[in-house]
Antibody, heavy 119, light 107 residues
Framework: EVQLVQSGAEVKKPGESLRISCKAS????????ISWVRQKPGKGLEWMGR????????DYSPSFEGHVTISADKSTGTAHLQWSRLQASDTAIYYC????????????WGQGTLVTVSS | DTQMTQAPSTLSASVGDRVIITCRAS??????LAWYQQKPGKAPKLLIY???TLENGVPSRFSGSGSGTEFTLTISSLQPDDFASYYC?????????FGQGTKVEVK
């Protein structure tokens, strides 16, 4: 069974750093891209960026470029989303999702990680 | 970048109603469009891909159509389990994008 299991909820202060994770199982991790999707409270879905775990090539939505970093660890089958300096506006649920490549939909999703940034 | 526009943002309907949600792309995306259903507190679920192909296990009351820039999601007879939010998503380019979402609520 394909599963993407995300790390637990986080509460952070503005300016702090954070890395959340998405562990894949049930398939060959390097054969599917992993994307990250943000959902602010009561709002819609926003695509942030993606990584190809086979070569760690990543690209980002212009809205998120420079603010987050996406990485992948082939040895553990885990993708990460990282912030160096959180802002209150980063408060949201973050989902990871997999797609076979660029012209494929997101066919499996993680359960979501709630990140709360508050002073 | 390709922008996606969904309408309506909220739709009030009753069980048994036919429901249609539209999605427009700012430029042609061929048939590279997916529809997702999201219930409160849950991750989105893939319903339809390539504009009209039903994902395995999705009830046949859901259907999708369109190509180029205009797309629709139709629920032929709304069921109690269908009250949820729906999102379109283009995956024509390496930069994916979602529509703003449509909440289907009880009339």
């Amino acid at each position: 069974e394909v599963q993407l299991v995300q790390s637990g909820a986080e509460v952070k202060k503005p300016g702090e750093s954070l890395r959340i994770s998405c562990k894949a199982s049930g398939y060959n991790f390097v054969t599917y891209w992993i994307s990250w999707v943000r959902q602010k409270p009561g709002k819609g879905l926003e695509w942030m960026g993606r990584i190809d775990p086979s070569d760690s090539f990543s690209d980002y939505s212009p809205s998120f470029e420079g603010h987050v970093t996406i990485s992948a660890d082939k040895s553990t089958g885990t993708a990460h989303l990282q912030w160096s300096r959180l802002q209150a506006s980063d408060t949201a649920i973050y989902y990871c999702a997999r797609a076979y490549s660029s012209r494929y939909p997101f066919d499996s999703w993680g359960q979501g990680t709630l990140v709360t940034v508050s002073s | 970048d390709t922008q996606m526009t969904q309408a309506p943002s909220t739709l009030s309907a009753s069980v048994g109603d036919r429901v249609i949600i539209t999605c427009r792309a700012s430029q042609s995306i061929g048939s590279w469009l997916a529809w997702y259903q999201q219930k409160p507190g849950k991750a989105p679920k893939l319903l339809i891909y390539e504009a009209s192909t039903l994902e395995n296990g999705v009830p046949s009351r859901f259907s999708g159509s369109g190509s180029g820039t205009e797309f629709t999601l139709t629920i032929s007879s709304l069921q109690p389990d269908d009250f949820a939010s729906y999102y379109c998503q283009q995956y024509n380019s390496h930069q994916a994008a979602f529509g703003q979402g449509t909440k289907v609520e009880v009339k």
